[in-house]
Every structure is written in C-alpha cells, then in structure tokens.
C-alpha cells in the first residue's frame, strides 16, 4: 500500500483515477487512516471526488455524479479491486503537478523533507499529539518517500508504477 498525498488541487484524486486504470487498488480519497503502531494503513472506501474530468484515456464511468463544482466516481464504478481490509504501508509519493515538464520527475527524499511535505497535508493535525508532528515523522521514518514531479498524467503513472515495483524488489532482496 502506497499513500499518495499533496496539497488540495494538486491532482491526487485526478492521479488516483488514472492509477487505477493501471492494475493499483484502491482503499480511500482524501483519508487514509494509518495506524502507527502496526504501520497498517486501514481503508476508508468512498466515492472518488474530481474537480474536473481527467484526461483522455481516462472517460469517467457513466454512473458518474455530477454535482456542478464536483464529479462522483462510485467504488462500484472504479476500474479496479477496492480493497476491504487493512495493508502494510509500503511508501510515500507526494506529489506536485508540474505541467511545464516534458516528463515527469521522482526521486527519493528523506524523513525530514518528506515530514514537512506530509505534515502539510494531514488532516486535522493538531488534533494529534504534538500537532501531529510525531504520526508525519514516524510514518516518513518507516518506509520509502519519494517526490513526484508530475508531468502528463500516463507518463506519471508509468513512473509511479515503475517506482514501486523497484520499492518491491528492493524489499524481496
């Protein structure tokens, strides 16, 4: 299980979208609720909420929800397994869209910038411990992060999909 996280707008549920085309399942958007003891991350199955219609090839489902200001993309519509039960958390990838690049760009950053990067997107952190401050450095301590520079939205998930499979095999040994 891989967490996909960045500030609102930046593409995460267009991202989503797009990912689940390319064999990823699906646990949540917008909460992802990881349970730092275990480090599982627990699914929060809900309609998937786009701003606007994703680029071809990703049409939206005809059982699509259109509320004006927002589009609903029903679990039972997605292309792909939504999963019912907790997973290991495997990586990080936040992600920044970057229209101006040819191609999309990835590389591996440490707990502290992906800590202050993560930190930013956390729901409701001072709520938490120390403002939340603790879950972002131990999730970002525990596995894998990466900043993806996203670029046309395939490319990006070519990317995305090529990393994690490395993740994979880095871990297998």
């Known amino acids: 299980m891989f967490l996909l996280a960045a500030e609102s707008g930046t593409g995460k549920s267009t991202t989503t979208w797009a990912l689940l085309h390319h064999q990823f399942s699906y ?3 917008e909460l992802s609720p990881v349970d730092l003891d275990s480090m599982q991350v627990w699914p929060y199955p809900h309609a998937l909420c786009l701003k606007e219609p994703p680029p071809k090839p ?3 489902p005809a059982v699509t929800i259109d509320l004006g ?3 609903h993309v029903p679990t039972r519509a997605l292309p792909s397994a ?4 907790a997973r290991p958390l495997g990586g990080l990838f936040l992600l920044a869209r970057c229209p101006e690049l ?3 760009e990835m590389r591996a950053i440490g707990p502290a910038e992906a800590s202050a990067r993560l930190y930013v997107t956390a729901l409701n952190p001072l709520a938490h411990p120390n403002h939340g401050l603790d879950a972002v450095v131990r999730i970002t301590q525990h596995v894998p992060c990466f900043a993806v520079s996203a670029a046309e939205l395939s490319a990006t998930c070519a990317l995305i ?3 994690v499979k490395s993740v994979f095999e880095m871990a297998a040994g």
């Not at 939504?82 to 039960?85: K, P």
């Open 102 to 104: 040819r191609e999309p």
């Open 82 to 85: 939504t999963l019912s039960s």
């Open 58 to 60: 990703y049409p939206l």
């Open 27 to 29: 646990m949540s958007d």
């Open 69 to 71: 200001r927002t589009l």
């Open 161 to 163: 999909r090529s990393t």
